[in-house]
């Protein structure tokens, strides 16, 4: 079993930054993939950052430019650094680790933390 916390949400105004932490305990060994996602009112979850085991780094086109997620291995923490905030960036976001189990790899989401952009 792994267990996200999240934190560094809030309300910030447009073209402001947050950062957002997502730290696992538990079997942390096993840890793969690390992202975040995030939901809007009335819309779908839908992907924003990913980062593998290795590095490798993904956005979705909104995030490009703007955000930049990274992860601490020491501390088993992912985060996200959003720039440039804009209002239709407000949504909860939530982290997302995948870990290995055996044959099997298992996904984990944390609890979410509200980000809201407005003036």
């Known amino acids: 079993q792994v267990q996200l916390v999240e934190s560094g949400g809030g309300l910030v105004q447009p073209g402001g930054s947050l950062r957002l932490s997502c730290a696992a305990s538990?079997?942390?060994?096993?840890?793969?993939?690390m992202g975040w996602y995030r939901q809007a009112p009335g819309k779908q979850r839908e992907s924003v950052a990913g980062?593998?085991?290795?590095?490798?780094?993904n956005y979705a086109d909104s995030a490009k430019a703007r955000f930049i997620i990274s992860r601490d291995g020491a501390k088993n923490t992912v985060y996200l650094q959003m720039n440039s905030l804009k209002p239709e960036d407000t949504a909860v976001y939530y982290c997302?680790?995948?870990?290995?189990?055996?044959?099997?790899?298992?996904?984990?989401w944390g609890q979410g933390t509200q980000v809201t952009v407005s003036s």
């Open positions: 997302r680790v995948t870990a290995i189990r055996g044959p099997f790899e298992d996904v984990y």
């Open positions: 538990g079997i942390i060994f096993s840890i793969n993939n």
């Open positions: 980062i593998t085991s290795g590095g490798s780094t």
